[in-house]
């Protein structure tokens, strides 16, 4: 009997072990949604051979890592100065505040009354790393420009900051989803500063001062313009009856500047106008065009631009 109950545990055990890659597939845990993280950029340690000169050694050491930080950083520490301090590798951490991670003398040769220090040496800088689309055409979108306060849509009135809050915004987006340009936004400048201000000695990391000045500038200025916007409701009074006859009609016209921001140059114009569906005069008669439509229709015109 005891043979018999190993024999059909044994079989058991068997199938449930040949079963389990099916049984798994109903409990497996299924992956987690990964999605790739946008390239932000970052702040590494790059080598910078970089030559400096100067009355002393220590002047010329200072030179050669100024040399450095402005090959690689584009910017300077001004007025370095290590005055009764050695120039080893602690001082210029701690006066570059951070910025240098160390450096190492490559060659180095003396100098007397008559010419100066001139060292060589080999320096490890915090280096922001920008984003690949940083390197693509740069653009920004100008508050559309207006010629008057509002708007007047049918029975209604659209202002000239919701017109151009609407451009300005498709035009925007339709650049960013291009994927062909870099899109700088300005709304939000006064934000910005205040985070960039808690880069500071002191109160951030030292390599966090890489960050500092790498604020991107536009290659691309695109400059839209409402020339006119207008469906207006006409009105005439019917003797008789003393009824309204009403009927509506108008349009609009559209410039898109693009102004190459280096030089000032006016790379292109394009112009777009046409005229919103009219209304017979009619006692009964509604206008076709509202805010709504006309805000849709500027979205349409500013993404084919």
């Known amino acids: 009997m005891r043979s018999n109950f190993r024999l059909i545990a044994a079989a058991l055990l068997l199938v449930n072990l040949t079963g389990c890659d099916k049984v798994s597939k109903y409990f497996a845990k299924e992956e987690p949604f990964r999605k790739e993280a ?15 000169v100067g009355p002393t050694r220590s002047a010329a050491i200072l030179d050669a890592i100024n040399v450095a930080l402005q090959q690689q950083n584009g910017t300077s520490m001004a007025a370095l100065q290590l005055g009764s301090l050695a120039p080893d590798n602690q001082n210029i951490v701690a006066l570059t505040q951070g910025s240098v991670q160390g450096f190492s003398v490559i ?29 693509l055409p740069k653009v920004v979108v100008a508050a559309p420009r207006t010629h008057q306060g509002s708007y007047v849509i049918g ?12 451009m300005a915004g498709i035009i925007g987006e339709a650049v960013r989803k291009s ?9 939000f400048d006064d934000e910005i500063d205040s985070e960039i201000d808690h880069i500071a000695p002191g109160s951030s990391p030292p390599a966090e001062m890489a960050r500092l ?26 003797h008789f009856s003393g009824r309204e006859l009403n009927s509506y009609a108008g349009g609009v016209d559209l410039s898109f500047h693009v102004i190459n921001v280096t030089t000032g140059q006016l790379i292109l114009t394009e112009h777009f106008a046409t005229s919103f ?7 009964y008669g509604g206008q076709r065009v509202g805010i ?7 979205a349409q015109v500013s993404d084919r631009f």
């Open 38 to 52: 946008p390239d932000l950029g970052g702040v590494k340690v790059v080598e910078v051979e970089a030559k400096g």
């Open 107 to 135: 060659s180095e040769r003396e100098g007397d009354a008559a010419h100066p220090w001139q060292i060589k040496l080999k320096v490890k800088v915090n280096s922001y790393q920008a984003p690949a689309d940083a390197k």
């Open 155 to 166: 029975d209604q009135t659209l202002s000239a900051s919701e017109a151009s809050a609407t």
């Open 179 to 187: 994927n062909r340009f870099t899109l700088i936004k300005r709304d």
């Open 213 to 238: 000045g790498q604020r991107l500038t536009a290659d691309i200025l695109i400059i839209p313009e409402i020339n006119t916007l207008a469906y207006r409701k006409s009105t005439r009074l019917l």
């Open 277 to 283: 569906p009219a209304t017979p005069p009619s006692v």
């Open 292 to 298: 709504g439509s006309v805000n849709a229709w500027l």
